[in-house]
């Protein structure tokens, strides 16, 4: 029984099963469970129905099941779509606001948070076309998530503008160290596309040092951000270098 790619997994006696004998360890004597999907196909995790005791779950009742399924799918995807960036798949503006507005969250945790802004993102736009550029810009988003795995995320602001804002970053070295890195991974093409020139400048603030006001906060990394470009691009700034 296949609804829409999405099969429902009947078990109405799990002593029976023996490659599902976890079940009957946790007391599961039937189990019923079908997927949740976002719209675009990627699983979310499963709604099931259990008994303690055999049962008998019939076509129907997984029907009624699968219901509740997709309804769950498009409040899952009208979520996720809130706070993702479509283009890209990062984080957007949204979120970022979000999670820095939440001070349960962050309690008295430091943040560090770099303004990365494209240097000649316009000319390759120009140059090659907005399909490309787009291109561009989800593998900016994907080099910049492998140099941030478990210690933050990254954001999309718009355009070329990107928020990187990391929490276990907080000394000097480190920070300028994680920079530097950046910066070598948005300038480093040479083999991958059609000889462009991008590079990147990035401008750095920490919270609450620098301000533990969301708006001064992103208005400061904007403001570093603005001085490593005119100082001659492909570099970072400290705010409170300014």
């Known amino acids: 029984m296949d609804y829409n790619g999405r099969v429902p997994l009947i078990i109405n006696d799990t002593s029976k099963e023996e490659v599902f004998h976890v079940f009957?360890?946790?007391?599961?004597?039937?189990?019923?469970?079908?997927?949740?999907?976002?719209?675009?196909?990627?699983?979310?995790?499963?709604?099931?129905?259990?008994?303690?005791?055999?049962?008998?779950?019939?076509?129907?009742?997984?029907?009624?099941?699968?219901?509740?399924s997709r309804f769950f799918s498009y409040v899952l995807t009208l979520e996720k779509q809130a706070v993702i960036d479509t283009l890209t798949g990062l984080y957007n503006r949204r979120y970022l606001y979000q999670y820095l507005s939440n001070k349960e969250l962050i309690g008295s945790r430091k943040l560090t948070i770099m303004f990365i802004d494209l240097d000649g993102f316009k000319v390759v736009n120009d140059t090659y076309g907005h399909d490309y550029g787009d291109r561009i810009l989800k593998k900016v988003g994907r080099r910049l998530i492998e140099?941030?795995?478990?210690?933050?995320?990254?954001?999309?602001?718009?355009?070329?503008?990107?928020?990187?804002?990391?929490?276990?970053?907080?000394?000097?070295?480190?920070?300028?160290?994680?920079?530097?890195?950046?910066?070598h991974v948005l300038s480093n093409w040479e083999g991958n596309e059609e000889g462009i020139l991008l590079t990147a400048s990035i401008g750095i603030v920490n919270f609450p040092d620098d301000s533990n006001s969301v708006d001064t906060l992103i208005k400061h990394a904007d403001q570093a951000m603005y001085v490593a470009k005119h100082q001659g691009k492909n570099q970072f700034i400290f705010y409170s270098h300014l």
């Open 24 to 68: 009957s360890d946790h007391n599961i004597g039937s189990y019923l469970g079908v997927p949740v999907t976002y719209q675009n196909g990627e699983v979310f995790g499963t709604l099931c129905a259990l008994d303690t005791k055999p049962s008998h779950f019939t076509n129907k009742e997984a029907e009624h099941l699968l219901k509740l």
């Open 147 to 183: 140099v941030v795995p478990n210690i933050g995320f990254v954001a999309r602001l718009g355009g070329d503008e990107f928020i990187m804002v990391f929490n276990d970053l907080h000394e000097y070295e480190q920070i300028s160290t994680k920079a530097q890195e950046i910066l």
